[in-house]
């Protein structure tokens, strides 16, 4: 999970394969993941690269997360 990610002191760069659509955890709405992940990261500085699996993967959210931490968005 994102989270565990930034729980890892080691960890400078994420590479986020997803639908971008979830279903689980603290945060299931994506202006509230990509918020709680933007305040996680003012003092980490990580890079999430995201890779939207799916023709249905939502392109938005995952794009936003990406080029929100300096990380690049591709879609599969």
Sequence with gaps: ????????PDCDT????SDGQPN???YTVPADI???????NTTRKITIHTVGV??????QFM?????STGG???AK
């Design 24 to 26: 689980q955890g603290l």
């Design 54 to 59: 799916g023709k249905d993967h939502d392109k």
């Design 34 to 40: 990509l918020r709680h992940i933007l305040e996680l």
């Design 1 to 8: 999970s994102l989270k565990k990610a930034f729980e890892d």
């Design 14 to 17: 994420i590479y986020f394969m």
């Design 63 to 67: 794009r936003a997360l990406a080029e």
């Design 72 to 74: 690049r968005y591709v």
